[in-house]
T-cell receptor
Framework: GAVVSQHPSRVICKSGTSVKIECRSLDFQATTMFWYRQFPKQSLMLMATSNEGSKATYEQGVEKDKFLINHASLTLSTLTVTSAHPEDSSFYIC????????????FGPGTRLTVL | AQSVTQLDSHVSVSEGTPVLLRCNYSSSYSPSLFWYVQHPNKGLQLLLKYTSAATLVKGINGFEAEFKKSETSFHLTKPSAHMSDAAEYFCVVTNSGGYNKLIFGAGTRLAVHP
């Protein structure tokens, strides 16, 4: 089946630093990837839609200058949390839409970000 | 606009008994519907999906769901719960157009007791 990986799985950083999270589709091509944020015991909140070769589309209320998204290839999207603060601590999950199955998204295992 | 309501935030069952997780949806279009499962500190795994084919959808690990348009429901069932089924379950609908955004329900936490 389709596999999506994320790296790192966990990251701890100091306030004010930037953190980059990678999302890769391992065995399929994904023109569209999605980034979600999940707070403890809550559902997933879509942050942005990432399209290969173009600018990401951000959901209302998500700061595009704080959460930088790059989708440079059909198998890789990155999310960079710039000048991180403790309130950015969360579980970040990406998903990728398989070109062969437009209605199905496959999710990565998530990245736990802790900002001290 | 599309929306999803999961009617129970918590469900507790005994091992070996049936599981029922309820989901109602609202959609202006013929929706695609999904159930995902999330184990603690893990990503989401697709259990099953409905995309306008057979209304009874069979998924992995013995789960199945029935699409009922008249009731706007897509309840998830399993005949016999296993301890490993304990997790968070999300009912999901696609937005209009069906290609992009997933609209998530609030989730149902399933507990399975010995």
């Amino acid at each position: 089946g389709a596999v999506v990986s994320q790296h790192p799985s966990r990251v701890i950083c100091k306030s004010g630093t930037s953190v980059k999270i990678e999302c890769r589709s391992l065995d399929f091509q994904a023109t569209t990837m999605f980034w979600y944020r999940q707070f403890p015991k809550q559902s997933l909140m879509l942050m942005a839609t990432s399209n290969e070769g173009s600018k990401a589309t951000y959901e209302q209320g998500v700061e595009k200058d704080k959460f930088l998204i790059n989708h440079a290839s059909l198998t890789l999207s990155t999310l960079t949390v710039t000048s991180a603060h403790p309130e950015d601590s969360s579980f970040y999950i990406c998903s990728a839409r398989d070109l062969a199955g437009p209605d199905t998204q496959y999710f990565g295992p998530g990245t736990r970000l802790t900002v001290l | 606009a599309q929306s999803v309501t999961q009617l129970d935030s918590h469900v507790s069952v005994s091992e070996g008994t049936p599981v029922l997780l309820r989901c109602n949806y609202s959609s202006s279009y013929s929706p695609s519907l999904f159930w995902y499962v999330q184990h603690p500190n893990k990503g989401l795994q697709l259990l099953l999906k409905y995309t306008s084919a057979a209304t009874l959808v069979k998924g992995i690990n013995g789960f199945e769901a029935e699409f009922k348009k008249s009731e706007t429901s897509f309840h998830l069932t399993k005949p016999s719960a296993h301890m490993s089924d304990a997790a968070e379950y999300f009912c999901v609908v696609t937005n209009s157009g069906g290609y992009n955004k997933l609209i998530f329900g609030a989730g149902t936490r399933l507990a399975v007791h010995p």
